[in-house]
């Protein structure tokens, strides 16, 4: 089993910037891909940005240039910086990754954590 923890929400101004943490902890043999997304009320949850874990990025359209996603392999850790943020940005924010359990398996397990809220607003 993994967990995944996210940590760094809150409440900021527009133009205002936020670094949200994802640790994974448990037992597996590696992490895959580590992704964020979020999901604003009423709204489905969507893809902000993902890192592979060679560091290959991709990012949502409205989030390029503003948002910059980044790991440490070692510690088994994702990172979310956002800049010039703006109230459009307002949502709970999940961290997810791609686990393998064990060397011999294949098969990718996909793990979210609880959310961590990012409000902007003036």
């Known amino acids: 089993q993994v967990q995944l923890v996210e940590s760094g929400g809150g409440l900021v101004q527009p133009g205002g910037s936020l670094t949200l943490s994802c640790a994974a902890s448990g037992t597996f043999f590696r992490i895959n891909d580590m992704a964020w997304y979020r999901q604003a009320p009423g709204k489905e949850r969507e893809l902000v940005a993902r890192?592979?874990?060679?560091?290959?990025?991709n990012y949502a359209d409205s989030m390029k240039g503003r948002f910059r996603i980044s790991r440490n392999n070692a510690k088994n850790k994702v990172f979310l910086q956002m800049d010039n943020l703006n109230p459009d940005d307002t949502a709970v924010y999940y961290c997810?990754?791609?686990?393998?359990?064990?060397?011999?398996?294949?098969?990718?397990?996909?793990?979210w954590g609880q959310g961590t809220q990012v409000t902007v607003s003036s």
């Open positions: 997810n990754a791609e686990v393998r359990q064990e060397s011999w398996i294949a098969r990718r397990d996909n793990y």
């Open positions: 890192i592979t874990s060679d560091l290959r990025t």
